[in-house]
């Protein structure tokens, strides 16, 4: 299982597009403010903060296809990928999305393995701003 992620910070938005068997499931959105209030005010918009929220979406999203299986995420974002694998992060409202991650990856049993994508091949960019 493959899941792409990844997130566009002005204006915020987030997609994620899952690959299983030769068939693709994509999502993307603009996240509430409700959410984005969570996070602290950073000179580089957020953008890790956006790509952390680009995993959850595609997890969340992909829940019922994901469940049980060996699953491959694909960030294009330094940042957000070693922080994910890492299961923490040094900013408090960075660490509280990642362990809420890795609680679900628990309850829903799935194995995973970060991976670093290019910008360029990444399949998750055309929903991360929305096009189709």
Same mark, same amino acid.
């Given at each position: ?8 910070g ?5 997609? %994620? ?9 994509? @999502? ?5 403010? %409700? ?18 929220l ?22 294009d974002? @330094? ?20 362990? %809420? ?17 290019? @910008? ?13």
């Open positions: 299982m493959h899941l792409f992620v990844d997130a566009s002005s204006p915020p938005y987030l997609g %994620a597009v899952a690959y299983h068997e030769g068939e693709f499931w994509w @999502t993307h959105m603009a996240p509430p403010p %409700a959410i984005l209030e969570h996070f602290k005010a950073r000179a580089d918009n957020q953008i890790m903060g956006l790509e952390l680009a995993i959850s979406l595609g997890l969340c999203s992909f829940e019922w296809l994901l469940e049980g299986k060996d699953v491959i995420i694909y960030s974002n @330094t940042g957000s990928e070693v922080a994910f694998r890492r299961g923490s992060a040094r900013s408090w409202d960075h660490a509280q999305l990642v362990h %809420a991650q890795w609680f679900q990856l628990v309850r829903l049993n799935i194995n995973v393995f970060v991976k670093r994508v290019a @910008t360029d091949d990444n399949i998750a960019d055309l929903p991360s701003r929305g096009e189709s």
